[in-house]
């Protein structure tokens, strides 16, 4: 079966620890779109957030953002799917969240808002260089944040950042358990993050394949969170990293290398 679609989570997958695309991952994604594959970007980011090689990846035609919150036709800049919490969804997990040892981020419209008091203490929750550096372009400060964007309208994602990434395991363990009914992840060292139950990677991943009417088993998938694992379950190709949790692991077809040895481009390669 011919290649049609490859879909690629940014951070550990497609970007190096700098955040940067290698040469040779440039190459690889230059072959494939040379074949005639369209490559889809599919990140917990805001569009706007995503490194700018990336958005200005040659023929970039869709996207999945915020962990398949949203679909987006970049071409056209219109939303083709969204998936956010209801208004009782999002206050109910705001309430859980306020009581955690951690900073609460919230995008809302393809914005990243904050409260001042978790703004100001961003240095405190950086487990990865250039963490604090990155919070800061993604979030703005919001003074009465829970008020303001509960009566804005719909929430995309909230997310908290804990101290360490032990804490970061056991809350998101205990998240896990006490709301099945959110698509609850990780995608970075110290962060859990939480959409509305249809808001997955995975999700987002078969709606676009029936959108553009292709079938799964023409599309590969490559991914290194939890987040990414519903992706890498529904693409007829799943490809783990090599420095991917273990439930991505355990739903890929193929483990290729880390992020830091060009694992997607040997991957997409070894496939084209």
Request: proline content about 7%.
């Given at each position: 079966m011919k290649l049609k679609l490859i879909a690629?989570?940014?951070?550990?997958?497609?970007?190096?620890?700098?955040?940067?695309?290698?040469?040779?991952?440039?190459?690889?994604?230059?072959?494939?779109?040379?074949?005639?594959?369209?490559?889809?970007?599919?990140?917990?980011?805001?569009?706007?957030?995503?490194?700018?090689?990336?958005?200005?990846?040659?023929?970039?035609?869709?996207a999945i953002t915020i962990n398949g919150a949203e679909v987006c036709d970049v071409a056209a800049k219109r939303v083709l799917r969204e998936a956010v919490f209801t208004r009782s969804e999002a206050e109910r997990m705001m309430d859980y969240m306020a009581g955690l040892p951690a900073i609460l981020g919230c995008y809302q419209g393809g914005n990243g808002w904050m409260s001042p008091e978790d703004f100001a203490r961003i240095d405190e929750f950086g487990t990865m260089p250039r963490q604090p550096k990155l919070l800061r372009m993604i979030y703005r400060p919001m003074e009465h944040m829970r008020e303001r964007l509960l009566s804005a309208g719909s929430i995309q994602k909230l997310q908290v950042y804990f101290h360490t990434i032990a804490e970061k395991d056991l809350y998101l363990a205990e998240m896990l358990k006490a709301f099945p009914d959110y698509a609850v992840s990780t995608s970075i060292p110290n962060n859990v993050e939480v959409n509305a139950r249809e808001a997955t990677k995975g999700a987002a991943l078969l709606f676009l394949c029936e959108y553009l009417g292709t079938r799964r088993s023409e599309c590969m998938a490559l991914g290194d969170g939890t987040n990414d694992t519903s992706m890498i379950a529904a693409a007829g190709i799943g490809v783990a990293m090599g420095n991917a949790a273990p439930e991505v692991k355990a739903a890929a077809n193929v483990i290729t290398k880390t992020n830091e040895e060009d694992g997607l481009a040997e991957a997409i390669l070894s496939f084209l």
């Open positions: 690629f989570d940014l951070d550990g997958t497609l970007l190096k620890d700098d955040k940067t695309i290698s040469p040779k991952t440039r190459e690889a994604l230059a072959l494939a779109q040379e074949a005639g594959v369209l490559l889809v970007p599919v990140t917990g980011r805001l569009f706007d957030t995503m490194p700018q090689e990336v958005r200005e990846l040659p023929g970039l035609s869709y």
